[in-house]
């Protein structure tokens, strides 16, 4: 069983094309191309307006985080410099109380000491006093 593939007369692909209908070709597909390049340039514009939307919600997004991320950390700093104020005072106090204490105990070694150099005085002058009446004897 064979079939006849011959090419009858009335098909149109075979036929040289006229000048005529390779302009009406190249109109229809310059026509689809322009079309197409136009679905394509609405789609792109459309593609670049969302993603200026989801850039400009991004940032808006990341400008809040950074604020909160901010106060948190001068919230902190805040807490952690009034915590080294209360530090510093009371160190203060304790260090006020320490050279009130330092100076209490100077005074008294000064007052021990005025005693020591009264008596040590005492018990020279109370020597030479012996000296001087026993070579008068």
Request: without cysteine; negative net charge; aromatic residues 6%.
């Amino acid at each position: 069983m064979t079939a006849d593939t011959s090419v009858s007369a009335s098909d149109d692909f075979d036929v040289p094309a006229t000048k005529s209908f390779v302009r009406y070709e190249i109109a229809n597909l310059r026509t689809s191309m322009v079309a197409g390049f136009s679905s394509l340039r609405e789609e792109l514009f459309a593609q670049l307006g969302s993603s200026r939307e989801e850039m400009k919600a991004g940032d808006e997004a990341l400008r809040l985080e950074i604020r909160a991320v901010e106060s948190t950390l001068r919230l902190e700093m805040s807490h952690f410099v009034a915590t080294l104020r209360e530090e510093m005072k009371a160190g203060d106090e304790a260090l006020r109380l320490e050279i009130r204490d330092l100076r209490l105990e100077m005074g008294s070694m000064q007052r021990s000491l005025l005693k020591w150099f009264v008596a040590s005085q005492a018990a020279t002058i109370t020597v030479i006093a012996t000296l001087v009446a026993s070579l008068r004897a």
